[in-house]
């Protein structure tokens, strides 16, 4: 069966010209031409479409980019390799939100900050604390969201628990959103021991954790419906 481009884009609810970035992105595999030069799509030009459409919002497109061009060259089993890692890491963005929700109860705040005895603290010694990297908290302080002091006789910076209090607030909205604007936003709000406000941001990206695995779990579907398409074919021909 054939599709005109516009067929497409009703039933899919696309633009026209978002299905052309589509072909000039490599993929969906490129269409026949009509000698008027029109588009002349076919049944696999939709489904291909239609995977794209359902699993950009569980995955971005980032990952649709990288992944279509696997199926089409049928290497299926490297496409759902990589679905299946991008699962796993928004498992564990879920695990590390938890984790960290619970952290910001005030009292195992309060728990964690009492077990650091010391007065100052290394960069070093701050990343092992938090198990965060030392070039993001650089990168965190670069941003304006931390600014330690430095040490007067050799100008290394150095934390207090203060600092750590600020650093786990950033960690904990960190793993939970992308956009350091909210973090800002965050902290602005939050006060010098008000955490209400990263509780609040935790736990609603908690939620659009949940809306996404359902997204994810309908992008699978139609890429499951492709691939099966695609072997199909395979079979046909050979």
């Known amino acids: 069966m054939e599709y005109k ?92 939100a938890l984790q960290s929700l619970e952290l910001l109860q005030p009292d195992q705040m309060e728990h964690f900050l009492d077990r650091q005895k010391k007065k100052w603290y290394s960069i070093g010694e701050v990343e092992r604390e938090i198990d965060v990297p030392a070039t993001t908290i650089r ?26 209090r600020r650093l786990l607030i950033i960690r904990t909205v960190q793993s939970s959103v992308f956009l350091l604007k909210t973090v800002r936003e965050v902290l602005e709000e939050m006060g010098q021991h008000n955490i209400a406000k990263a509780r609040e941001v935790t736990l609603y990206a908690l939620s659009d954790m949940d809306i996404q695995i359902e997204h994810q779990l309908n992008g699978m579907y139609y890429l499951h419906n492709l691939i099966s398409m695609l072997r199909e074919k395979e079979i046909q021909r050979s």
């Open 5 to 96: 481009p516009k067929d497409i884009a009703k039933q899919l609810d696309v633009g026209t010209s978002a299905m052309r970035h589509y072909e000039e992105w490599g993929i969906v595999p490129p269409p026949k031409r009509k000698p008027n030069g029109y588009r002349v799509y076919t049944e696999v030009h939709l489904a291909y479409f239609q995977c794209i459409r359902a699993l950009y919002p569980g995955f971005g497109m980032a990952a649709v980019r990288k992944i279509m061009p696997m199926i089409q060259a049928s290497q299926f089993k490297e496409a759902l390799w990589e679905i299946n890692k991008l699962q796993a890491e928004l498992y564990d963005r879920k695990q590390q």
């Open 139 to 164: 990168h965190w302080e670069t941003e304006g969201l931390i600014t330690p002091k430095r040490n007067p006789e050799n100008g290394y910076r150095q934390y207090d628990r203060e600092d750590i």
